[in-house]
Nanobody, 125 residues
Framework: QVQLVESGGGLVEAGGSLRLSCTAS?????IAWFRQAPGKDREFVTA?????????YYSNSVKGRFTLTRDPNKRTIYLDMSNLKPDDTAVYYC????????????????????WGQGTQVTVSS
C-alpha cells in the first residue's frame, strides 16, 4: 500500500503561480497529476515514469505553463504552475502505481492504484 500526500493548493489570481507537492510513502513507478473540475471528468495533467526526467509528459492544455519536477530521494514530485487561468480551477489529485506497465497508459486514470486526497486550486479572473 502506498499513501500519497498532497499539499500546496489555494486561491490565486489569473496569471499567478502555485506549487503543488505530492509525497509517496513507498516506491512507485509511474506518478502523475490529474485534475477534476466541477461537473467534469478527471483529466490528465502530467506524469513522470520511473522518476525519469526524460519520460515526463504533459497535457496540451498545460504544456509550457506547468512543470513537473521530482526528488526521488524524498519520493516527492512537485507541480509548478504558472500563468494560471480560470480554466485551471479544479481539485488536483496525485496518482501513482508500482507496476512497470502502468507507464504505457500514463494519461488514463485506469492504471493508477493509488490516489491522494486532492488539493483545491482556484484561479480567479
Amino acid at each position: 500500500q502506498v499513501q500519497l500526500v498532497e499539499s500546496g493548493g489555494g486561491l490565486v489570481e489569473a496569471g499567478g503561480s502555485l506549487r503543488l507537492s505530492c509525497t509517496a510513502s513507498g516506491h512507485t513507478y509511474t506518478i502523475a497529476w490529474f485534475r477534476q473540475a466541477p461537473g467534469k471528468d478527471r483529466e490528465f495533467v502530467t506524469a513522470t515514469i520511473n522518476w525519469s526526467g526524460a519520460r515526463t509528459y504533459y497535457s496540451n492544455s498545460v504544456k509550457g505553463r506547468f512543470t513537473l519536477t521530482r526528488d526521488p530521494n524524498k519520493r516527492t514530485i512537485y507541480l509548478d504552475m504558472s500563468n494560471l487561468k480560470p480554466d485551471d480551477t479544479a481539485v488536483y489529485y496525485c496518482a501513482a502505481d508500482r507496476r512497470s506497465d502502468s507507464g504505457a497508459y500514463y494519461y488514463s486514470v485506469a492504471p493508477y492504484t493509488y490516489w491522494g486526497q486532492g488539493t483545491q486550486v482556484t484561479v480567479s479572473s
